[in-house]
């Protein structure tokens, strides 16, 4: 069965700064789907972005971006520019048929 | 406006009383998907359905029922709660084709079960 691995349970970053969230998978497949959703204190789940393994081209949607190694199995998330309103549970996930999820980032972004 | 709706948002209930938490899409996505959420464990997924008649267990299905009837709804039921199964539960829908594979979440529902 396919696992994501999140190593990070909290992170901090001060606002304007750069900060990545490591995620690593596990999985014998070829054709897969990977996304970093945001959990903030509302508690609403928000795609923050998504990336497609065939497409060797790492994902990026304004300040967000990933950095996919398919060999390593590596689907690290960089913000850049950090706002106070980044400030929540950040989750990876790997998708097929079913979907696994991460145990979760706690990113705290300080004034 | 596209959503993803699940009601009661909040349920407190008590051992062996069968609860229903519906969940219900306005965008015609033919994937719909139900995940549990619980402290330092992230989501797990109880069930997911590919299309009407069709689910399949997900990781943690012990204990949980659903249907899917109509494509637009998938309830998820309890038949027999118990207190391990007090949790966040999220309903989710995707289009799951054309690339697209996003999957939308409802608000989540609360529930406790004494």
């Known amino acids: 069965a396919q696992t994501v691995t999140q190593s990070q349970p909290e992170m901090s970053v001060q606002e304007a700064e750069t900060v990545t969230l490591s995620c690593t998978y596990d999985?014998?497949?070829?054709?897969?789907?990977l996304f970093w959703y945001k959990q903030p204190p509302s508690r609403q789940m928000i795609l923050v972005i998504r990336?497609?393994?065939?497409?060797?081209q790492n994902a990026t949607e304004n300040r967000f971006s990933v950095n996919f190694q398919k060999a390593a199995k590596s689907f690290s998330l960089k913000i850049s520019d950090s706002q106070l309103g980044d400030t929540a549970m950040y989750f990876c996930?790997?998708?097929?048929?079913?979907?696994?999820f991460g145990a979760g980032t706690r990113l705290t972004v300080k004034p | 406006e596209a959503q993803v709706t699940q009601n009661p948002r909040y349920l407190i209930t008590v051992t062996g009383k069968k609860l229903t938490v519906t969940c219900s899409q306005n965008?015609?996505?033919?994937?719909m998907s139900w995940y549990r959420q619980d402290p330092g464990l992230g989501l797990r997924q109880i069930y997911y359905?590919?299309?009407?008649?069709?689910?399949d267990k997900g990781d943690v299905p012990e204990g949980y029922k659903v249907s899917r009837k109509e494509k637009r709804n998938f309830p998820l039921i309890l038949e027999s709660p118990s207190p391990n199964q007090t949790s966040l539960y999220f309903c989710?829908?995707?289009?799951?084709?054309?690339?697209?594979?996003?999957?939308?979440f409802g608000p989540g529902t609360r529930l406790t079960v004494t």
């Open positions: 989710a829908s995707s289009l799951f084709r054309d690339r697209d594979y996003e999957q939308y």
């Open positions: 996930a790997f998708m097929m048929l079913d979907m696994r």
């Open positions: 359905s590919m299309n009407v008649e069709v689910t």
């Open positions: 999985t014998s497949e070829s054709n897969y789907y």
């Open positions: 965008m015609n996505h033919e994937y």
């Open positions: 990336q497609e393994a065939y497409k060797q």
